[in-house]
């Protein structure tokens, strides 16, 4: 992996392909190995820019709490050392927290965003009350046993085994301190629906039928025409994993590859 310094803190990344330049954003205690079942079914058609969020993966974790407009800050550096004037970026649950961020503060550097199994919402009371909790649990038990509780929820009752103990082994890695600021972050984050409804750039949203985590109903708050509905059957909050060929399916539909001529 590579990496770049924002806010003294190292951010590392992967970047592969050549073509439109896709930036994938994995969710919370992921990293870029999250999208390591898709970018086969994409490398060859876009390039794909894929970083460990601050707080994950190879990426330092400084002391929190984080915000979601300092990681889409993170983003945006990201793209300027890489020299991409424009992007299209997806996000994953937590990384489409901040894909929300990034098109409300930056929409110039975009040519389209999206959700994947994530939402506009904001955190509910209770749902605020659960990322404390959340806290608490990897200060008091650590990232293990936090790990260990959290991925079977994000999969769909079936699920092959090794697929949850993958994300399991990569959510181990994420730096204790990581997690809990990314949890603050989350906890803290305003009611985004309102870019997915104003922004005149094309929008992606895609749902999975057994998601737990974010229903379609949180994801699909907009019918205008530049939003892109789509659904995963059978798939829960990890499509990248349960069905990364129908994932890319949708991605490609989503992302036109230019003519040459």
Known sequence: MESIRCEGSNICYTDQGQGEVLVLLHGFCGSSDYWERLIPYLSGRYRIVAPDLR???????????????????????????????????????????????FAQRYPSR????????????????????????????????????????????????????????????????????????????????PDRRDVISATPLPVLLVAGTEDGVVPPGRIFTSDKANVTKATIAGAGHMSMFEAPERLAEIIKDFIPVPVQH
């Open 55 to 101: 707080g994950h993966g190879a990426s330092d974790a400084p002391l929190g709490p984080y915000s979601i407009d300092q990681m889409a800050a993170d983003v945006l550096s990201l793209l300027d050392h890489l020299e991409i004037p424009q992007c299209y970026l997806l996000g994953h649950s937590m990384g489409g927290y901040i894909a929300l961020s």
């Open 110 to 189: 975009l040519k389209g965003f999206g959700l994947i199994h994530s939402t506009g919402y904001p955190d509910s009371e209770e749902a605020k009350e659960k990322r404390l909790k959340s806290v608490s649990a990897i200060q008091g038990e650590g990232i293990t046993a936090f790990i260990d509780g959290l991925i079977p929820g994000l999969f769909a009752p079936g699920a092959e085994p090794q697929l949850l103990q993958r994300a399991r082994e990569i959510g181990y890695r994420t730096p204790p301190q990581g997690a809990a600021g990314a949890a603050l972050a989350m906890r803290e984050r």
